[in-house]
């Protein structure tokens, strides 16, 4: 619930030409810096030699600006990625203006460098809403339009919720089974029942699970009643739904470079060398579901293809023995000393599959009714490789795998393209932006704050955030 209330009330790639043809320099960090205060900023950095291959360098960036207690104070980090190319990214740790960023190699300037932001660059805890929610997505380049969004929105073209409101409640106020919020966004302001800060967002009322499995099932009851409108972080082939980003990958946007290790790009740094790495399929996790036991059982059989293990026993102590002996966890950074990842189902989709598909290894996906809102944009065999969901052809396909792998480091470079276009921290505000504006548009119910609700209030801002005024404007922002 916490972390939903932060994704409200927090929410509120453009190409650089290069001076040089062996340079290229893009990314928000650079052209967004300004409309787009993430609590890391990012962009990326890439040189090529002479006959264009991309060689790894190590790049210099400066920051000049002024801020109330001086010259602007900055953390930045370069992440080198498998490929050659860098992200750089940097952290304000307090509002600065007049604002130069340098970005070097050795004293070359790359890029349109320096860049130059007159106004003020706020950090990521400054309420300082700068537009209204469809002005602000059109400012930082959100698409218009996607697919998943309007797939899940059919069902709830006219939302109601003087007559859904109290059958909802009626059929999931559940304590102890069901965790379910009633929000309400009013004046910009978040008000809650329970039984995000860059923008303005639209004034909407809606309910959220805040358990992993969807609730809304098809079929049933719901042929007369129809379906209810409830956001939830997965969906199912059997369920109405509305998914929305996982909570984790909202915190990992929010917190990188602050209470967040791993992030999207974080996992994408440089690790072991592709033909370093060890030829077999890793795995580690809880006993959420048969098939996890099962993939221990093939490693237990083929532990020369298959390394998997189990951390925790919860729903399966009975069979430790066999499935045994549970293994200390790991850092997730070093799952990628090996070239093959195995996705497979937890409760509920694995929320760690994005992770998975910024890593350097190839991931292998089990077939699941369960999915995150980006899967419908991903092309199996492209950027990962299916696997039944009873996993009996995994290790035909790790021999296979073995057998053919410049195509895999086609698939795993192909995972990456598609992370850095839809599962960095912009896309996930934009489709969450995107998602509410068009959610926003098909209530046509009065929103209103009902008896009960208490107000989500923004954290204490910090004195030097010092905001510009917008006219009209008197609420907090998300």
Known sequence: ????????????????????????????????????PLNARYFFVESRDGAGRIVPQQYRVLFKGHSRVGSCRVKIEQIDRVDGSSIIRYK???TCWNVEIHVLLGERHLGQSPYRFE?????????????????????????????????????????????????????????????????????????????????????????VNLGDWPLVTKGGHRRTTGPYPIFSWCGSEDTFDIVMPTYDLVEASLEAMSRVSLDMLSVQRKGVPWEEKVPKAFWRGRDACRERLDLVGLSQQHPDLVNASLTNFFFFRDEEKKYGPKVAHISFFDFFDYKYQVNVDGTVAAYRFPYLLGGSSVVFKQASKYYEHFYSKLEQGREYLPLKRDLSDLIENIQRARQQDDEMITVRDNAKAFVDQHLLPRSILCYSGLLFKEYSQNIVSPVQILPGMEQASQPGTSSNCECDSVEGNNHDEL
């Open 92 to 94: 304000l740790m307090e």
């Open 1 to 36: 619930m916490k972390l939903l209330q932060v994704l409200f009330l927090a929410l509120v790639q453009l190409l650089g030409s290069s001076r040089g043809e062996d340079t290229r320099v893009w990314g928000p960090g650079l052209e967004l810096a300004d409309k787009l």
């Open 119 to 207: 106004g003020k660059l706020y950090t990521e805890n400054c309420y300082c809403p700068q537009a209204p929610l469809e002005d602000w997505m059109e400012q930082i380049g959100c698409p218009s339009e996607d697919v998943q969004i309007n797939s899940d929105l059919i069902p709830f073209r006219a939302v109601n919720f003087s007559s859904l409101r109290p059958r909802i409640i009626q059929q999931y106020d559940k304590p102890g089974s069901v965790s379910l919020c009633n929000y309400v966004v009013k004046d910009n302001q978040i008000y809650r029942t329970c039984y995000g800060r860059k923008t303005l967002l639209p004034d909407m009322e809606l309910f």
